[in-house]
């Protein structure tokens, strides 16, 4: 087994060592290699390179918050549509498609606003979360409001 020494890390195999300055020593082959565990190790550091850590964190909290805002979505479309007069319905379905496109715009925007937080140590893990969040923020109380007005 033989591995690549990257500056600054320290790996170790039975055939040579790699020293903090990044050469390599006590290796009689003289190739360098990539082993499965520096491979696993170099695909992670690519991805947080490339995504931030900020971006790592939006990915987490929009898997939680993505059911929540299917929920209030259709929150809001269930009492757009619930209409006993068939002369409303184009307006109700207007007005549904209205919300649900503000909804999802908000949800686009607050995805893109997650990938730049505030300066600060404070916001890199917990800007995503607010803005992950933030759609249902807004617009959970709105289908709860309309959801409440629906004659039975």
């Known amino acids: ?24 020593d006590n290796n009689e082959s003289g190739l ?6 520096n491979a696993v190790h170099s695909a ?3 991805i947080v390179s490339l995504l931030g850590v900020a971006g790592l964190y939006r990915v987490k909290y929009l898997r939680v918050t993505q059911p929540w805002m ?30 649900s496109g503000l ?11 997650a990938n730049n937080p505030p300066p600060g140590s404070f916001w890199v893990a917990n800007w995503p979360l607010l803005m992950s969040w933030m759609p249902i923020f807004i617009f959970a109380p709105v289908a709860v409001y309309l959801l409440d007005r629906v004659p039975s």
Not at 103 to 113: H, L, N, R, T
């Open 1 to 24: 087994m033989q591995l690549l020494c990257v500056k600054g890390l320290v790996f170790d195999d039975s055939t040579g060592s790699c020293d903090a300055d990044g050469t390599l």
């Open 32 to 37: 360098l290699t990539i082993t499965r565990h």
């Open 44 to 46: 992670i550091s690519l």
């Open 70 to 99: 299917n929920i209030v979505l259709l929150g809001l479309a269930i009492p757009a549509v619930l209409t006993h007069d068939p002369k409303r319905l184009k307006r109700a379905a207007s007005k549904c498609l209205t919300l």
């Open 103 to 113: 909804a999802m715009g908000s949800v686009f925007i607050c995805q893109q606003m």
